[in-house]
C-alpha cells in the first residue's frame, strides 16, 4: 500500500488553489507544497501566482515546488524571480532553473538577460546550457566579453554544450582571458573540436600559471584525443601539484601513449595515493609490456585502491 495517496482529479488541485488565497501565510505554504507533490501542470499557474506572494516564505516555497515543472511558462516565471528581494527566493529560483529540461524554455529566459544583474544573468546561462538550444549562442557569445567573470564562466558553459564550431574563435580568446575561471571553463569547452586551433589552445592551456587551468587542459586533451599532446602531458607529470599530474596520466593512458610509460612508472611511487592509483590504471590502458616491471614492483602497494589497479593493469598486459 502506498504511503502517500495520488492526486486523482483536477477537484484536489482546485480545494489547494482555494487554500492559496487564505489569510493565514502558513497555509498559503502548506497549499504550495501540496501542488508541488500533485506533478499536474494544472498546478504551474496557480505556483507561478505564490511566486509573487506578499510572504517570503510563501515565495520561496513556490520557487522550489516549481523544480518539478517544465516548460516555457515556468521558465519565465522562475527567471522573474531571479530579482526577487529575498536572496533566498532568487537562490531557489535559480536551482530550479537548472532543472528545466524543454529547449523551448530557452526563448522565454532571454529578454531576461537585458537588464538583470550579474547574479541574475549568471543564473539565467546556467539554467540554458541545461536547455541546449542554439537560439541561446548569440546571447552567449556575447556575454563572453560581459564585466562579471561568473556570468563569463556560465556563458561558456552554453557554449560548450552547444558544440557548435562557428563559437571556436570566441572560446580561444576566452582561454587567455584575465580571469582564470573564465579561462578554466574555456578550455573544458574545447573538448567538442577537433580543429588544430583548439589544439594549441590546449596544449598553451598546460602552461597556464593557475594549476586548475593546466588541471582542465590535461584532462581536455585526453577527451579529444588530441595526439599532438602527448608531449606536453608527458611534460606535465613533472607538475608541482599532482592534481594536474592525476590528469596527465589518465590522459596518457587514453591516449594508448607507450613512450610515456617510463615517465608514468616514477608516479608509482609517489606519496598520494591518488596519483599511483591513476599512474597505475593508465600503464593498463596503455596495455605494453614495457609497464609490466613497474606494476610488478607495485603490487604490495600500501593503499588497497591502488593495489586494485596494479593488479587490473598487469592483467590486461598480459592479456593483451
Do not use: C
Amino acid at each position: 500500500m502506498p504511503i502517500f495517496e495520488p492526486f486523482e482529479d483536477a477537484a484536489e488541485v482546485d480545494d489547494l488553489t482555494e487554500r492559496l488565497a487564505d489569510a493565514d501565510p502558513s497555509v498559503r505554504r502548506i497549499a504550495v507544497i501540496e501542488l508541488g507533490d500533485t506533478s499536474d501542470p494544472a498546478a504551474v499557474p496557480h505556483l507561478l501566482t505564490a511566486l509573487r506572494d506578499d510572504v517570503a516564505e510563501v515565495r520561496l516555497q513556490a520557487a522550489q515546488a516549481l523544480e518539478a515543472f517544465d516548460g516555457p511558462q515556468v521558465g519565465a516565471g522562475l527567471a522573474a524571480a531571479l530579482s526577487d528581494p529575498d536572496a533566498r527566493v532568487a537562490e531557489a529560483a535559480a536551482t530550479s532553473l537548472t532543472e528545466l529540461k524543454d529547449p523551448e524554455a530557452a526563448p522565454a529566459l532571454l529578454p531576461y538577460l537585458e537588464n538583470g544583474t550579474p547574479f541574475v544573468r549568471a543564473a539565467l546561462f546556467r539554467g540554458l546550457k541545461e536547455l541546449r538550444n542554439p537560439i541561446s549562442l548569440r546571447a552567449a557569445l556575447a556575454a563572453i566579453e560581459d564585466a562579471d567573470p561568473a556570468v563569463r564562466v556560465q556563458a561558456v558553459g552554453v557554449i560548450g554544450y552547444l558544440k557548435a564550431e562557428e563559437s571556436l574563435p570566441a572560446l580561444i580568446v576566452a582561454t587567455r582571458g584575465d580571469a582564470p575561471e573564465v579561462r578554466r571553463a574555456a578550455i573544458g569547452a574545447l573538448a567538442f573540436s577537433r580543429s588544430s586551433h583548439a589544439a594549441e589552445a590546449l596544449m598553451a592551456g598546460l602552461d597556464d600559471p593557475e594549476w586548475q587551468v593546466r588541471e582542465i587542459a590535461a584532462e581536455t586533451i585526453g577527451k579529444t584525443a588530441l595526439d599532438d599532446g602527448i608531449g606536453k602531458l608527458m611534460a606535465a607529470m613533472d607538475d608541482d601539484y599532482w592534481q594536474v599530474r592525476v590528469q596527465a596520466a589518465r590522459s596518457l593512458g587514453k591516449l594508448k601513449a607507450v613512450r610515456a610509460i617510463p615517465i608514468l612508472a616514477p608516479a608509482l611511487e609517489h606519496s598520494i595515493s591518488n596519483l599511483r592509483k591513476d599512474a597505475a590504471a593508465a600503464l593498463g590502458e596503455i596495455a605494453h609490456p614495457d609497464g609490466l616491471p613497474y606494476l610488478e614492483r607495485a603490487m604490495n602497494d600500501i593503499d588497497p585502491d591502488v593495489r586494485k589497479n596494479v593488479r587490473w593493469a598487469i592483467s590486461r598486459i598480459r592479456a593483451a
